[in-house]
């Protein structure tokens, strides 16, 4: 490259750069320019010849590499053989000094005696962490640097070919890793044993210490409360057992808790004997003694009990039956009360202590009847003298019950009585409410209200007012209906008070009846006042509205020019469209006219504002279409003299570019020339139109101004003068330079094309045959030339012939000089072809050997070089960047080498051709086998080299990403030791394999909490997020690791060993940092979580602190600037609203705090209890400023207010003394719009006044401080508001009419003027004398149609004035009548002349247009003649296509034509009728489309059948070359010999072979129909092609043959190899499926019923895969008999396979029968254990319902308790069948011999036992209670008999007495 100036290049000069570049080859390299650089700089330049010379380069850059190869490359393996010695004795000392060490080290490390004491043991522990950080990391280093030299000795090895590199026994990197991998056991082990010892010594130490402080406070503590309870003692009352009851408790509570500490205290004995203590003598002494104690303390406190329990027992009856009689009495004296309550309220509250004290009376009866029952049965303690202690217990319980009975009836007559006063006293109160609510409404719904009101807003109020109240009523309805019937009930209920009752609601009914109809007249009223304002308010409205139109019409009137026309019209348009909108509105306000009450006080004044209002827009509206018409005219003119001025411009420059344009000489020039000249003729047209715009619009304007009509005519003649020239111009410089042109393209052609071919001749005649490669290749690239350039040159000749003719047509003087020219040229091209059909045989003879010769040497060249640098091939690289680089060049040779073999190929096929037995055939041989030998030897070193290269490189890939992880992981280890040290947390690290330098032990420190700030958090938080994704990243990397370690692995790399090592390592510290950095997160989520509290918290408290010093601050300020003060409060509040989202937020985050750490709770509460408490103060300061700013604001706005009212009603009195009377239009305009405007001011500010009233009323409400003299300011401006309206009135009434009478004259003289205006236009008579010239006459006396239409309505509208005018009796009257007159007989004038000139020039239209018509016809019909006439012949099918589509297009176009025709002769036969108009012209224009037409219709026939002949022919080629195209295709993939090595691969080939074949023959066979039939109708129609035809359907039909052909061989081929592949896939998948089947039958049978059954199921699905598996089986076992039958071959492979398949078979089915009986049995088994259990639980209930009976003790309870014990009988007997169907499943299975008959036949024998014993108890208990009941029986007798026996006693006492 260096021999080359890159800087004198070109990429626009290519010719030169190619010759630059041969030149250079040539003196530089010696190769010789074989190729011109005018034949490479083509398109296409010849491939040979490219080829050829490009060959040359690499056989003369080969020889230049060949130098000192050699002899470089031996100096450079002898140095690297010597640096490789060297490296093998360094790596034998250092391995041998390792090996030592860690001998020497793990001896040290297995001793593993201790001391038996705390202190010695942690200054063994202290020597071990020396050796671990000072000792041990420099061998870790040293024997990483072994590794990586073993390494290097390897590489550098095998990079030179040599043996691999064998240390000496026992120094191999793997012993090396073993010892190793020995001593960091040791060290493990040794760390443990000392961390253990420690421990240990630690752990007893502590139990010791804490043994003998428990047991010295245990020893104080019972001996004190021994000595408390011995000195305790309590008398009978209650209040000394009650202290003797609470010391009891105390003492049991204290003594129970402290058994748990007796407890411990024996656990930490127990623990120091175990862990052979060596103090433990004492410490079983203490134990002693604390147990002893312990022991007299619980009988003291057991004996103390049992006094207490008697005594309490006593006083609680006692207690009881005495609360109880209180009770009683207080109830008792509560209901025989006479209050039963006088209001209503009064007797609520009497019945609800009622209900209460009802509720605890029935309450009260349970607990009553009970307590009186244990009082009864309890037995009180006896005194010393054998009595009771306390009587007070018996007279209770007879006293209680007859008192209980008197309260439950007092109770029911106290219930009666108080509903019943309840009622009525409801019904009074609820007739008084309704009488109270009625009035009040009755009041407010007076009428007097509404008198004074006449301002919209206060009626709309009072109708939403009244509606409301309406409904009120409406509501209270029901209510009203209720309290009626309510007090109809009572009165038949109640005597006493029935006349007032009725009286009540007399008085109801009356007065509702008198609101309803007070409400009905009031709603009335209000709809028609609602009416009214409605109707004054939008005619305010309307009013202001006209008279702001109105004044905006004068607006512009003087500054009216064409720069502001636009701007103004399109202001106008806008106020046009607001008119007509107000039309709408003021058609409504009549509509609400008549709604009106004509009652009431306002219907006058609305009548006359109407009236009013529709005047004021009539003339509105007169004066906006006035202006809108004028406007408009205005603007047309202004933009048609600028439209003129512009295209006038542009035809001069034109004129002037043109005329300066002269006759060329060359043909560059002239083509040049013509081109502008193009592009002014594009420009013409494109400014043709713009031209006929513009004198349209000249035309139409001068129809709608003639005042302005001689500028525009003017402007229009000179505009057309100087188009008409600008196109003579034109066309007369055009056709000259045309001709011209077309004579200089010819000769420059001719001459052209002989300096070409006489070009490609040169040297044709030199040549002669010779073995010369680089003349016959300058012969091959001259012919190649001359051939592919023939076409194009008789082509370029038959095109200049034809020029030739078209030049004789229009040239003829220049004709022979043409001539001239086209003999010499014939001459030359003759002469050419000649001489090169001679010369391409001589070429043919020399091209082949001559290429096979470069082909061998080019790669023999190439395949020499290339094993040199093979075989010495040294690289010795240590790094992974140089192995990278080295095994990418090596794929490039490989790739290289895969390209080259082509040419191989390509050499070996085609050399044989060419051995003889002469010399230069048999060196050809003897080199092409040189060649053959060369390539063997040279891919079997790429192999060998790849494989080197690889291995190399996936070793050094992964020692770079073990390194990469280790340093991820040390740093990750450094953060966890700083986190865990700054959050206080300790982590047992035994297990924790970290790297050697790396102190484990620095992250032990106190357990204390987090002192850091929040952003120290975050920020170790943020670190702790990265340094978690680094572990996710991490492990990723470790995965990858493993993975090329496997890889490298299953190539048996020599450093196996020390991969897996690595790759164990560095997963399991990954997986134990993963943990580490989870713990590190929840501490750090912790910590941040309670600092953030706090940090919003104090931020919360500041911003309330700063609000509050706000909302402190003074109110009295200057008034200024009070909005701008009440503004800030207001944004004040609204930022306090908004905090309180923040103030929430924060107690959130507090109680989610409390809720996740409850040890914050109490700091949490406080700080949250703070900011609750500044926030209230805030709020309450913040209301009391609120206040104090909008008391200000309102007084001083109201004050503002009414000094500008004051100031607006000085200025309109000014105004309205000011104005004057009107002496003309303009001035009476001005006055009444100004008096208007003033009017509608007052009405507006009437809303201002009422909103005074309503500020000052609500000021007197509040009180505030300058009421008064605000209301004196709003009484005083009220006043002088009222006195303004009446003048503006009165004055305004005066202009209004004024202004009428000087608008009528005004208006009919503009009238007249325009009439005389258009009646000189009517009276012209031009028709015109084209189209042209008739539509634009028709379009300006349409214009003046139209103008006439409008002013009809004007015209109407003056006289309509001007009558009214008369009738109102002006002093103009008879003036006004005769102005009248004379307008109505010009307007009649008008409307005849106008009619007349209409129908004159319709009838020129119609002539004129159908002339026109006639035109455009016959320039269609020649136009489309034309295109028929030629003869065109398309060159393929698809110009064919268009061809035909194009003419389809044309004939049906012309066809329908005929139409068009015969729509002129029916306009030209109606116009005949009507008048005589252009009628000659007519009928011989109409002829001569007939004639022409027909003769086009025979054209397009002609035309037709050529191109329909012509597109068959190619639609049946293309046809053809499509299906031979096809068949080839298919061909491809038919003949394919690729089948599939696998099952998957020939399914999917056989699938997609079937579906190939099927779409194939389809498809072909519709492709062959299609082709042979076109092909048929073809030579049947006679085509000019039939024999081509013919042929080209012959050759297709049998290449469709062979086809199918090859598609049947292939099937076949296919079928075969898949049934074979098949069979062995399906076999060795059943093989492995029994034998999986058998494997997964377990041995377990279950270890519970549930379990077994789960199992037994299972087994069944087992099973039915088997059946499943059977029809498998036998399915392969016929596959295997037919493939031995169909294929021998495959017999003995057949017979084995099937018979391994037999044997599983059968081994499956015995071993699955076996495993399912042992289930069933094994079921049967549970489930009878699981029948005796539930029979046992039975009974055990039985058991427990019997002896949980409750003890007799009166006859009624013995015989209830003997009811239950027959239920019990009864159970007992239903179950006896269970137990039967028990025994008899346990016997049927003894029976069958189960293989646990022994225990089934136990259990049975437990559950007979069991059975017979419950019904043994049974009947004795049974027996124990009848004897009872007979007892119980007797005594009951024995107590009736001793009372019967007491009565007759008494009774006979009372007798003797008696007598």
Known sequence: PDVINYEQLSADRPLENLQQAFTVADECFGIAPLLDAEDVCVDSPDEKSIM??????????????????????????????????????????????LLKWIRITIANLSEKEFENNLDGVQRQLAEFKRYRTVDKPPRYTEKGNLEEKFFTIQSKLRSNNRKAFIPKEGKIISDINKNWERLESAEHDHEQAIRQEILRQERLERLADKFMKKADMRTQWLTDNIRLIDNDIFNDSWSSVAAALKKQEAFEADVYEYQKRIDAMEDLVQQLSIGNYHALGPIQIKRQNVISLWNELLDLIKNRKGKLDQHVELHDHVQELGDFADWSHDVKNALESEDYGTELHDVEELIQKNTILENEILAQEEPLTKAVAEAKSFEPPLNDDGIPINDELSRGISSLPHLYNQILELLYVRKIRLQDSRQLLQFYQNVDDELDWMKEKELSLSLSDLSKTNDYSVVFHKLHSHQALEAEVNNHETILTNIIDSGKELSSKKDYAADVILGKIEELENTWDDLCDIISQRKDRIAEMMSMQQFLSEADYLEGQISLHTGLLSHDQNRIDEVTIDSILKRHTNLQLEVDNCKDQVQLLDDMSNDLNPNDQLFEIAIDRKTIIWEKFEVLVGEVNHRHDRLIGLQALFR??????????????????????????????????????KGFERDIVAYQDRYNNVILTGNELIDQNPDNSDGIVNAQNKLTDEWIQLLLLNDQKKDQLAMLLILLQLLYEIDEVKNWIASKGAGLNSFAYTIDPTAVLQMQRQLNAIEREAPAIEERINDLEVKRDDIAEDQPDKLELVNEKLDSLYDVWDDIQSLAHNQVSTVGKCSNVQKLIFDMEDLQEWLKFHLAQLNLGNDILNTLPEIEKLLADHNELLEEFKNRKLVLDRINETAPMHFTDDTVGRDLKQRLDEINRDWNDLGCLCNKRKAFLVQNQQYLMFQRDCKYIEGILYKQDVFLAEAMTELGMIHDDKSTNRPNNVDTQSVESSNTESQMSLPDLLELAARQKDYTRGIDSCIQKVAQVSQLAKFVLADDHYTKSSLVERTATLSDRVEQNRVYFTEVAVGLDKAIALQKFYQRGNELIDWINEKLSIASGDTDVDPAYISRLLQKHCTFEAELVATKNELNAVNELGESLIHSQPDLQHQVDNHLTQIQDRWQMLMDACCTRSKLLNDRYNEIQFIRVVDD???????????????????????????????????????????????LDGQVQDFLQMDHHNAEDMQDLYESASQRYEALKSPVR?????????????????????????????????????????LYEVHVLRNVHQNIQNEINIHEQILSDVNQCGNKLIAEGSPFSEEIHHKMDILQDKWSELRNLCHERDVLLQQSCRAHKLLFDIEEVEGWIIEKA????????????????????????????????????????????????????????????????????????????????????LLQFYRYNAEVDDMEQWINEREIFAKSEDCGSTLEQILRIKERFHSWVTVTKNTGLNKLQDVNLLADQLIITDHPEAATIGDWKSGINHLWERLLEMIDNRMIVIENIFFIRNHYVDSNDLLYRLKTKEQCLPDDLGNNFDSTECLLHRHHLVLSDILGIETEYNTVKESAARMMEDYPDENEAVDELQSKITDAWELLLDKSQWRKAQLQQTLDLFKLLLWVENHVLWINDMYEDINNLEEPSNAQMCAKAISCMEVIKEEIEGCTVKFGQTTEFGNTLIDQHHYAEKEIASKLKVLQQVQDDLKSDWELHYHELTLTL???????????????????????????NYK
Request: proline share 0%; charged share 30%.
């Open 52 to 97: 050829t010379y490009v060959a040359s380069y690499y056989q003369s850059f080969s020889k230049l590499k060949a130098g000192n190869v050699v002899e470089r490359r031996i100096g450079k393996v002898m140095n690297d053989i010597m640096d490789i010695e060297k490296l093998m004795q360094e790596y034998d000392v250092l391995a041998s000094d």
């Open 640 to 677: 048609y003299l600028s439209e003129v001025e512009i295209v006038s411009s542009w035809i001069r420059d034109k004129q002037a570019v043109i005329s300066s344009f002269e006759a060329p000489t060359d043909l560059t020039e002239a083509e040049m020339i013509l081109q502008r000249f």
């Open 1205 to 1251: 009212l004051q100031a607006w009603m000085s200025t309109a009195e000014v105004a309205l003394a000011n104005t004057e009377g009107g002496k003309d239009l303009a001035s009476c305009n001005t006055s009444l719009a100004r008096l208007t405007s003033l009017e509608n001011d007052i009405t507006t500010r009437k809303g201002r006044f009422d909103q």
């Open 1290 to 1330: 009165e004055q305004k009434r005066r202009m209004e009419a004024s202004r009428s009478m000087h608008q009528f004259f005004r208006d009919i003289d503009d009238e007249l003027s325009w009439i005389e205006d258009k009646l000189q236009q009517l009276q012209s008579e031009e028709i015109g004398n084209n």
């Open 1426 to 1509: 034309a295109i028929l006439v030629s003869k065109d012949k398309a060159k393929d099918q698809l110009r064919a296509m268009v061809m035909m589509k194009n003419h389809e297009i044309l004939e049906q176009s012309v066809k329908g034509y005929s139409h068009n025709i015969q729509v002129l002769h029916q306009m030209a036969q109606a116009i005949f009728n009507d008048s005589a108009i252009k009628r000659q012209e007519i009928t011989k224009a109409l002829d001569v489309v007939d004639d022409s037409y027909n003769s086009l219709l025979i054209l397009a026939t002609e035309r037709r059948n050529f191109i329909d002949q």
């Open 1830 to 1856: 007979g007892v119980l029986n007797l005594e009951d007798d024995m107590s009736q008999g001793d009372k019967w026996l007491t009565g007759l006693e008494s009774n006979a006492i009372t007798d003797d």
